[in-house]
C-alpha cells in the first residue's frame, strides 16, 4: 500500500468522523453534565474561572458579525478579571455597528442553541470539531498574552477530547460545554443588570445601543434575557430529548 493511498484514507475515515453520527449518552448523563455546568454558573469561584469561555464567546461574537456587517476587525483582547474589548472600524453608526454591539451578550446562548441542535442529531465529534475550529479563528484576532493562553487553553481541551477520548467521554463533555453555553448565557445579562443599578457599567452594549438607537439600555437588556432565556429553553429541550 502506497503511502498516498494511506494518507487519503487517513483523510476519509476524519472526514467519517466528522460527518458522521454518534450516540447520545444516556439521560441520566445528560441531566448530570446540566447539573455540573448549573454548579460551575451559580457557584462564585468556579463560574469566575468559567466565564472566561463565555467571554470568549461574547467577544467573538461581536468580532463576527462586525465582518459579516463588512467592518474591519481590529482585534481582540481577553483580560484576566474575564473582560474583554473587540475593536473594528468602520462606521460609527448604522445597522453594522448596531447588529455588532448587539452580537455580544446574544452570541453564548445563540451558540449553545446550535450546540444543542447538533447534538440532538447526533453530530458530537461535528460539535467538538467546529468549536475547535471557531477558537482557532478567535485566536487569529486576539492581540494580548493572557488572551491567547486563554483560546488556546480552551482550543486545545477541546480538541484533545475530540482527538483521544473515548465516545462516552466525548458525548458527556459536549453536553456539559453546550449546557454550560446556554446557562452561562444567563447569568452575564443579569449580572450586566446590576452593575448599571449600581453606576458601574456606563459604557456597556446595552448603553452603547441605546446611543445608537435612541432606545432605552432597558429595552436592550430586557432583548439578551429573551434571547438567553428562549435559548436556554429550546435548547435544554433539544438536549434532554422532549
Not at 453564548?108 to 461535528?126: D, F, I, M, Q, S
Not at 458527556?172 to 443579569?190: D, E, K, M, Q, T
Not at 429595552?219 to 438536549?239: D, E, K, M, Y
Amino acid at each position: 500500500m502506497d503511502t498516498e493511498s494511506v494518507t487519503a484514507d487517513g483523510i476519509a475515515e476524519v472526514w467519517d468522523r466528522v460527518v458522521g453520527t454518534q450516540p447520545a449518552p444516556s439521560l441520566p448523563v445528560v441531566v448530570a453534565a446540566g447539573l455540573v455546568a448549573l454548579a460551575v454558573v451559580a457557584a462564585r469561584r468556579p463560574w469566575h474561572v468559567a466565564r472566561a469561555a463565555v467571554t470568549i464567546a461574547h467577544e467573538g461574537g461581536h468580532g463576527l458579525v462586525a465582518l459579516l456587517s463588512g467592518r474591519r476587525l481590529e482585534g481582540i483582547r481577553l483580560h484576566s478579571d474575564t473582560s474583554g474589548l473587540t475593536v473594528s472600524r468602520g462606521r460609527p453608526t448604522g445597522a453594522g455597528m448596531v447588529l455588532t454591539a448587539a452580537a455580544g451578550y446574544t452570541a453564548p446562548p445563540l451558540l449553545g442553541l446550535a450546540g444543542a441542535w447538533l447534538l440532538a442529531e447526533g453530530r458530537v465529534t461535528a460539535l467538538l470539531w467546529g468549536a475547535t475550529a471557531l477558537l482557532l479563528a478567535v485566536l487569529v484576532m486576539v492581540r494580548n498574552a493572557y488572551g491567547i493562553l486563554s483560546v488556546v487553553v480552551t482550543g486545545g481541551v477541546f480538541f484533545l477530547v475530540s482527538w483521544f477520548a473515548g465516545p462516552e467521554v466525548q458525548g458527556a463533555f459536549a453536553y456539559g460545554a453546550v449546557w454550560f453555553l446556554l446557562l452561562g448565557g444567563v447569568r452575564p445579562v443579569f449580572e450586566l443588570q446590576a452593575k448599571r443599578r449600581r453606576g458601574e457599567a456606563p459604557d456597556s452594549d446595552a448603553d452603547q445601543l441605546a446611543r445608537l438607537t435612541n432606545a432605552p439600555a432597558a429595552l436592550w437588556i430586557l432583548l439578551f434575557h429573551a434571547v438567553a432565556l428562549c435559548s436556554l429553553t429550546g435548547g435544554g429541550q433539544w438536549l434532554l430529548g422532549l
